[in-house]
């Protein structure tokens, strides 16, 4: 599974909008859609990533989404393909 189809798999499950997200993490709205449609990847270690991943979890833990994490979010985006080969392809 690739990053962006990771991230929409979460707004689909969560029951929110792209723009729940963007307005939890600040990320804005046509970064979050070229996130989306997999123009644009965060880079892993940035600020950008780590409020994606934790506008995530507040709106599972707002819908009772006890088992989604910041972290257990991190890892899967990290262990999509789009990382995976990034961090293969550095070695």
Do not use: W
């Not at 890892?75 to 990034?86: M, P, S």
């Amino acid at each position: 599974m690739k990053f962006h189809e990771k991230l929409n798999e979460y707004i689909e499950q969560l029951g929110c909008r792209a723009r729940d997200i963007s307005e939890l993490s600040g990320i804005s709205a046509a970064t979050l859609s070229r996130y989306r449609s997999g123009e644009r990847l965060p880079d892993m270690n940035s600020e950008a990533f780590e409020k994606l991943c934790f506008a995530i979890a507040q709106i599972a833990k707002k819908n009772n989404s006890h088992d989604i994490t910041k972290d257990s979010v991190r890892e899967c985006f990290l262990e999509t393909e789009n990382f995976c080969l990034l961090t293969h392809s550095s070695f």
